[in-house]
Protein backbone atom coordinates (compact mmCIF):
# COMPACT_ATOMS: atom_id res chain seq x y z
CA UNK A 1 0.00 0.00 0.00
CA UNK A 2 1.34 3.30 -1.03
CA UNK A 3 2.02 5.96 1.69
CA UNK A 4 0.86 10.08 1.52
CA UNK A 5 1.76 12.73 3.50
CA UNK A 6 -0.57 16.07 2.79
CA UNK A 7 0.58 19.11 4.20
CA UNK A 8 -3.06 21.64 4.54
CA UNK A 9 -5.03 18.48 4.71
CA UNK A 10 -7.46 20.27 6.53
CA UNK A 11 -8.08 23.09 3.30
CA UNK A 12 -10.31 22.98 0.10
CA UNK A 13 -7.03 20.99 -2.11
CA UNK A 14 -6.03 18.77 0.76
CA UNK A 15 -9.24 17.41 1.59
CA UNK A 16 -9.76 16.41 -2.23
CA UNK A 17 -6.65 15.26 -2.72
CA UNK A 18 -6.62 12.78 0.70
CA UNK A 19 -10.20 11.56 -0.84
CA UNK A 20 -9.05 11.24 -4.08
CA UNK A 21 -5.51 8.95 -2.68
CA UNK A 22 -8.06 6.94 -0.35
CA UNK A 23 -10.47 6.10 -3.63
CA UNK A 24 -6.40 4.75 -5.00
CA UNK A 25 -5.87 2.78 -2.11
CA UNK A 26 -3.27 5.14 -0.46
CA UNK A 27 -2.82 5.37 3.37
CA UNK A 28 -2.96 8.76 3.88
CA UNK A 29 -1.14 10.92 6.74
CA UNK A 30 -1.83 15.28 7.03
CA UNK A 31 -0.31 17.83 8.80
CA UNK A 32 -2.45 19.66 10.49
CA UNK A 33 -1.10 22.80 12.39
CA UNK A 34 -2.55 22.64 16.40
CA UNK A 35 -4.71 25.61 17.03
CA UNK A 36 -6.78 26.27 19.73
CA UNK A 37 -10.23 25.34 17.79
CA UNK A 38 -9.44 22.72 14.83
CA UNK A 39 -11.21 23.10 11.68
CA UNK A 40 -11.90 19.51 10.65
CA UNK A 41 -15.11 20.54 8.65
CA UNK A 42 -13.62 19.42 5.20
CA UNK A 43 -12.68 16.22 6.30
CA UNK A 44 -14.50 15.24 8.74
CA UNK A 45 -16.74 12.60 6.58
CA UNK A 46 -12.74 11.03 6.07
CA UNK A 47 -11.47 11.68 9.46
CA UNK A 48 -11.32 7.42 10.88
CA UNK A 49 -9.65 6.31 7.30
CA UNK A 50 -6.59 8.93 7.40
CA UNK A 51 -4.09 9.70 10.17
CA UNK A 52 -3.52 13.25 11.31
CA UNK A 53 0.49 14.31 12.67
CA UNK A 54 0.61 17.71 13.99
CA UNK A 55 3.59 19.80 12.40
CA UNK A 56 3.80 23.71 11.70
CA UNK A 57 5.56 24.70 8.55
CA UNK A 58 7.72 27.35 10.53
CA UNK A 59 9.13 24.46 12.49
CA UNK A 60 11.53 22.16 10.74
CA UNK A 61 11.71 19.54 13.62
CA UNK A 62 8.17 18.93 13.28
CA UNK A 63 8.42 18.32 9.64
CA UNK A 64 11.05 15.91 10.22
CA UNK A 65 9.04 13.86 12.59
CA UNK A 66 6.38 14.09 10.28
CA UNK A 67 7.72 12.27 7.44
CA UNK A 68 9.71 10.05 9.95
CA UNK A 69 6.08 8.84 11.29
CA UNK A 70 4.29 8.72 7.99
CA UNK A 71 7.64 7.11 5.69
CA UNK A 72 5.41 8.70 2.67
CA UNK A 73 6.06 7.28 -1.21
CA UNK A 74 4.72 10.48 -1.94
CA UNK A 75 4.39 14.23 -0.28
CA UNK A 76 2.46 16.93 -1.46
CA UNK A 77 2.99 20.15 0.32
CA UNK A 78 -0.24 22.16 -0.03
CA UNK A 79 -0.09 24.24 2.98
CA UNK A 80 0.63 27.97 2.69
CA UNK A 81 -0.87 31.73 4.10
CA UNK A 82 -2.66 31.00 0.92
CA UNK A 83 -4.87 34.16 0.70
CA UNK A 84 -3.94 36.96 -1.21
CA UNK A 85 -5.15 40.30 0.47
CA UNK A 86 -3.98 39.22 3.77
CA UNK A 87 -0.38 39.21 2.26
CA UNK A 88 -0.32 42.70 2.15
CA UNK A 89 -0.92 43.46 6.28
CA UNK A 90 1.19 40.37 7.26
CA UNK A 91 3.71 40.10 4.89
CA UNK A 92 5.69 38.80 7.16
CA UNK A 93 3.82 36.04 8.28
CA UNK A 94 3.13 35.05 4.26
CA UNK A 95 6.93 35.19 3.79
CA UNK A 96 7.80 32.66 6.91
CA UNK A 97 4.69 30.24 5.82
CA UNK A 98 4.49 30.56 2.29
CA UNK A 99 8.42 30.95 1.09
CA UNK A 100 10.62 30.06 4.03
CA UNK A 101 8.02 27.05 5.21
CA UNK A 102 8.53 25.68 2.01
CA UNK A 103 12.72 25.56 2.28
CA UNK A 104 11.85 23.57 5.80
CA UNK A 105 9.90 21.03 4.07
CA UNK A 106 12.15 20.73 1.20
CA UNK A 107 14.51 20.01 3.63
CA UNK A 108 12.61 17.74 5.92
CA UNK A 109 11.74 15.72 2.70
CA UNK A 110 15.58 15.65 1.61
CA UNK A 111 17.12 14.63 5.13
CA UNK A 112 14.52 12.12 5.70
CA UNK A 113 13.31 10.31 2.62
CA UNK A 114 15.05 11.59 0.01
CA UNK A 115 13.70 8.31 -1.87
CA UNK A 116 9.93 10.20 -2.13
CA UNK A 117 8.53 12.65 -4.81
CA UNK A 118 7.59 15.49 -3.29
CA UNK A 119 4.89 18.23 -4.98
CA UNK A 120 4.91 21.55 -4.47
CA UNK A 121 1.51 23.81 -5.14
CA UNK A 122 2.98 26.82 -6.84
CA UNK A 123 0.24 29.57 -8.21
CA UNK A 124 -0.95 31.37 -11.38
CA UNK A 125 -0.39 34.58 -8.94
CA UNK A 126 3.41 33.94 -9.56
CA UNK A 127 2.93 35.19 -12.91
CA UNK A 128 1.15 38.68 -11.59
CA UNK A 129 1.01 41.44 -14.15
CA UNK A 130 1.72 38.95 -16.88
CA UNK A 131 3.84 39.26 -19.78
CA UNK A 132 2.46 37.17 -22.20
CA UNK A 133 -0.79 35.58 -22.60
CA UNK A 134 -1.68 32.83 -22.32
CA UNK A 135 0.81 32.05 -19.26
CA UNK A 136 2.47 28.54 -19.68
CA UNK A 137 5.54 26.96 -17.75
CA UNK A 138 7.65 29.02 -19.58
CA UNK A 139 6.18 32.67 -19.10
CA UNK A 140 8.52 34.72 -17.20
CA UNK A 141 6.90 35.68 -13.30
CA UNK A 142 5.93 39.31 -12.34
CA UNK A 143 4.18 38.97 -9.28
CA UNK A 144 2.06 41.64 -7.57
CA UNK A 145 1.61 40.81 -4.23
CA UNK A 146 3.89 39.12 -1.13
CA UNK A 147 1.94 36.22 -1.79
CA UNK A 148 2.97 36.25 -5.00
CA UNK A 149 6.33 36.61 -4.32
CA UNK A 150 6.35 34.00 -1.67
CA UNK A 151 5.15 31.67 -4.42
CA UNK A 152 7.62 32.54 -6.94
CA UNK A 153 10.66 31.93 -3.77
CA UNK A 154 9.11 28.99 -3.44
CA UNK A 155 8.66 27.56 -6.96
CA UNK A 156 12.29 28.27 -7.84
CA UNK A 157 13.42 26.47 -4.41
CA UNK A 158 12.02 23.23 -5.69
CA UNK A 159 13.61 23.50 -8.99
CA UNK A 160 16.90 24.38 -6.95
CA UNK A 161 16.22 21.28 -5.01
CA UNK A 162 15.70 18.90 -7.89
CA UNK A 163 18.60 19.48 -9.66
CA UNK A 164 21.12 20.28 -6.29
CA UNK A 165 19.99 17.04 -4.80
CA UNK A 166 18.71 15.20 -7.36
CA UNK A 167 15.11 15.00 -6.15
CA UNK A 168 12.03 13.81 -7.52
CA UNK A 169 10.19 17.50 -6.73
CA UNK A 170 8.03 19.20 -8.87
CA UNK A 171 5.46 21.82 -8.61
CA UNK A 172 1.75 22.10 -9.79
CA UNK A 173 1.32 25.77 -11.42
CA UNK A 174 -2.27 25.83 -10.52
CA UNK A 175 -4.78 28.76 -11.86
CA UNK A 176 -8.10 29.63 -9.16
CA UNK A 177 -9.67 26.41 -8.29
CA UNK A 178 -12.77 26.91 -6.37
CA UNK A 179 -15.18 24.24 -5.05
CA UNK A 180 -18.45 23.91 -2.12
CA UNK A 181 -14.89 23.82 0.27
CA UNK A 182 -13.35 27.36 -0.82
CA UNK A 183 -12.88 29.88 2.25
CA UNK A 184 -15.81 32.05 2.20
CA UNK A 185 -13.15 34.84 2.24
CA UNK A 186 -12.17 34.02 -1.56
CA UNK A 187 -14.30 36.04 -4.19
CA UNK A 188 -15.80 32.85 -5.83
CA UNK A 189 -17.42 31.75 -2.23
CA UNK A 190 -17.65 35.43 -1.03
CA UNK A 191 -20.06 35.84 -4.32
CA UNK A 192 -22.12 32.58 -4.24
CA UNK A 193 -22.78 32.52 -0.67
CA UNK A 194 -23.91 36.11 -0.43
CA UNK A 195 -26.29 35.33 -3.74
CA UNK A 196 -27.60 32.56 -1.27
CA UNK A 197 -27.96 35.02 1.53
CA UNK A 198 -29.90 37.18 -0.79
CA UNK A 199 -32.22 34.72 -2.45
CA UNK A 200 -33.34 33.75 1.32
CA UNK A 201 -33.54 37.65 2.38
CA UNK A 202 -30.70 37.19 5.07
CA UNK A 203 -28.70 39.82 3.43
CA UNK A 204 -29.36 42.99 1.26
CA UNK A 205 -26.40 43.94 -0.75
CA UNK A 206 -22.94 42.48 -1.67
CA UNK A 207 -19.57 44.88 -1.36
CA UNK A 208 -17.18 44.12 -3.79
CA UNK A 209 -14.14 45.39 -5.67
CA UNK A 210 -12.51 45.55 -9.31
CA UNK A 211 -15.47 43.71 -11.28
CA UNK A 212 -13.03 43.49 -14.62
CA UNK A 213 -10.37 41.46 -13.15
CA UNK A 214 -10.28 38.19 -15.48
CA UNK A 215 -9.32 34.83 -14.19
CA UNK A 216 -8.88 31.34 -15.40
CA UNK A 217 -11.49 29.25 -13.15
CA UNK A 218 -11.98 25.44 -12.31
CA UNK A 219 -13.03 22.99 -9.84
CA UNK A 220 -10.57 22.04 -7.24
CA UNK A 221 -11.99 18.51 -7.75
CA UNK A 222 -10.02 18.29 -10.85
CA UNK A 223 -6.79 19.56 -9.67
CA UNK A 224 -6.14 17.07 -7.67
CA UNK A 225 -6.27 14.63 -9.90
CA UNK A 226 -3.61 16.51 -11.88
CA UNK A 227 -1.27 16.80 -8.46
CA UNK A 228 -1.31 13.36 -8.28
CA UNK A 229 -0.79 12.11 -11.91
CA UNK A 230 2.69 14.44 -11.58
CA UNK A 231 4.10 12.32 -9.16
CA UNK A 232 3.48 9.32 -11.29
CA UNK A 233 5.87 10.82 -14.07
CA UNK A 234 9.30 9.07 -15.16
CA UNK A 235 10.73 13.03 -14.76
CA UNK A 236 10.23 15.24 -11.91
CA UNK A 237 8.82 18.31 -13.99
CA UNK A 238 6.65 21.41 -13.63
CA UNK A 239 3.21 22.17 -15.15
CA UNK A 240 0.26 24.78 -15.54
CA UNK A 241 -2.82 23.65 -14.13
CA UNK A 242 -5.72 25.21 -15.86
CA UNK A 243 -8.95 25.46 -18.23
CA UNK A 244 -7.92 27.53 -20.78
CA UNK A 245 -10.60 29.86 -20.38
CA UNK A 246 -11.26 33.65 -19.02
CA UNK A 247 -14.16 35.29 -17.30
CA UNK A 248 -14.46 38.33 -15.18
CA UNK A 249 -15.60 38.76 -12.25
CA UNK A 250 -18.34 40.83 -13.29
CA UNK A 251 -19.01 37.13 -15.08
CA UNK A 252 -19.23 35.53 -12.30
CA UNK A 253 -21.94 37.74 -10.72
CA UNK A 254 -23.88 37.50 -13.37
CA UNK A 255 -23.63 33.65 -13.48
CA UNK A 256 -24.43 33.25 -9.61
CA UNK A 257 -27.22 35.56 -9.47
CA UNK A 258 -29.12 34.46 -12.35
CA UNK A 259 -29.32 30.96 -11.39
CA UNK A 260 -31.48 32.28 -8.84
CA UNK A 261 -33.53 34.39 -10.82
CA UNK A 262 -31.91 37.94 -9.36
CA UNK A 263 -29.82 40.52 -11.26
CA UNK A 264 -26.30 41.06 -9.94
CA UNK A 265 -26.90 45.05 -10.72
CA UNK A 266 -29.69 45.23 -7.96
CA UNK A 267 -27.53 44.27 -5.09
CA UNK A 268 -23.90 44.60 -5.91
CA UNK A 269 -21.74 47.76 -4.56
CA UNK A 270 -18.90 48.68 -5.81
CA UNK A 271 -16.35 49.36 -2.38
CA UNK A 272 -12.94 50.49 -2.71
CA UNK A 273 -11.61 49.09 0.10
CA UNK A 274 -12.18 45.57 -1.29
CA UNK A 275 -9.69 46.99 -4.29
CA UNK A 276 -6.07 45.62 -4.27
CA UNK A 277 -3.25 47.73 -3.59
CA UNK A 278 -1.71 45.99 -7.10
CA UNK A 279 -3.82 44.56 -9.07
CA UNK A 280 -3.29 41.28 -11.21
CA UNK A 281 -5.70 42.06 -14.29
CA UNK A 282 -5.49 39.10 -16.49
CA UNK A 283 -4.86 35.50 -16.11
CA UNK A 284 -5.31 32.56 -18.64
CA UNK A 285 -3.59 29.43 -18.50
CA UNK A 286 -1.69 26.96 -20.76
CA UNK A 287 -2.39 23.18 -19.85
CA UNK A 288 -1.38 22.04 -23.23
CA UNK A 289 2.10 20.44 -21.38
CA UNK A 290 -0.73 18.51 -18.87
CA UNK A 291 -2.72 17.41 -21.44
CA UNK A 292 0.00 16.22 -23.74
CA UNK A 293 1.85 14.22 -21.32
CA UNK A 294 0.02 13.46 -17.78
CA UNK A 295 -3.36 13.03 -19.87
CA UNK A 296 -5.35 15.98 -18.05
CA UNK A 297 -8.19 17.94 -18.49
CA UNK A 298 -11.04 20.07 -16.79
CA UNK A 299 -13.85 18.05 -16.76
CA UNK A 300 -16.21 20.87 -14.87
CA UNK A 301 -17.21 23.89 -16.30
CA UNK A 302 -17.65 27.58 -15.02
CA UNK A 303 -20.80 27.96 -15.30
CA UNK A 304 -21.61 24.04 -13.71
CA UNK A 305 -18.92 24.93 -10.94
CA UNK A 306 -20.25 28.40 -10.12
CA UNK A 307 -24.17 26.58 -9.82
CA UNK A 308 -22.52 23.94 -7.52
CA UNK A 309 -21.32 26.48 -5.33
CA UNK A 310 -24.44 28.35 -5.12
CA UNK A 311 -26.53 24.79 -4.56
CA UNK A 312 -24.29 23.93 -2.10
CA UNK A 313 -24.73 27.53 -0.21
CA UNK A 314 -28.36 27.97 -0.47
CA UNK A 315 -28.50 24.65 1.35
CA UNK A 316 -25.73 25.67 4.26
CA UNK A 317 -27.90 29.08 4.48
CA UNK A 318 -31.09 27.13 4.94
CA UNK A 319 -29.92 25.22 8.13
CA UNK A 320 -30.48 26.25 11.64
CA UNK A 321 -27.09 25.91 12.80
CA UNK A 322 -25.81 27.46 9.52
CA UNK A 323 -22.37 28.96 10.30
CA UNK A 324 -20.88 30.79 7.19
CA UNK A 325 -17.45 29.41 7.51
CA UNK A 326 -18.78 25.60 7.50
CA UNK A 327 -18.12 23.97 3.76
CA UNK A 328 -19.74 21.07 2.53
CA UNK A 329 -18.60 17.93 2.36
CA UNK A 330 -17.81 16.39 -1.13
CA UNK A 331 -21.08 15.50 -3.17
CA UNK A 332 -20.94 12.25 -4.56
CA UNK A 333 -24.74 12.40 -5.78
CA UNK A 334 -24.12 15.68 -7.98
CA UNK A 335 -23.36 14.10 -11.34
CA UNK A 336 -20.99 16.95 -12.32
CA UNK A 337 -18.80 16.19 -9.51
CA UNK A 338 -19.39 12.50 -9.62
CA UNK A 339 -18.61 12.75 -13.20
CA UNK A 340 -14.84 14.98 -12.32
CA UNK A 341 -13.89 11.43 -10.30
CA UNK A 342 -14.38 9.15 -13.20
CA UNK A 343 -10.71 7.14 -12.67
CA UNK A 344 -7.65 8.57 -13.75
CA UNK A 345 -5.57 6.03 -15.84
Known amino acids: MKRALITGITGQDGSYLAEF????GYRVFGVRRRTSTPNYTNIEHIADKIEIIDGDL????????AIQIADPDEIYNLAAQSYVETSWPQPLLTSELTAVGVTNMLEAFRLVKPSARFYQASSSEMF????ETPQKESTPFYPRSPYGVAKVYAHWMTVNYRESFNLFACSGILFNHESPRRG???????VTNAVARIKLGLQSELRMGN?????DWGFAGDYVQAMWLMLQQDTASDYVIAT?????????????FSYVGLDYKDYVVNDEKYHRPAEVDLLLGDASKAKQQ??????????????MM??????????????PYKLQGYDFSNPLVAASWSEVV
Not at 128 to 131: A, I, N, P, Y
Not at 244 to 256: D, F, P
Request: with cysteine; glycine share 6%.
Open 21 to 24: LLHK
Open 58 to 65: SDLSSLIR
Open 128 to 131: GKVL
Open 184 to 190: IEFVTRK
Open 211 to 215: LEALR
Open 244 to 256: GETHSVRELLEVA
Open 294 to 307: LGWECKVGFVQLIQ
Open 310 to 323: VDSDLKLNQMDSFN
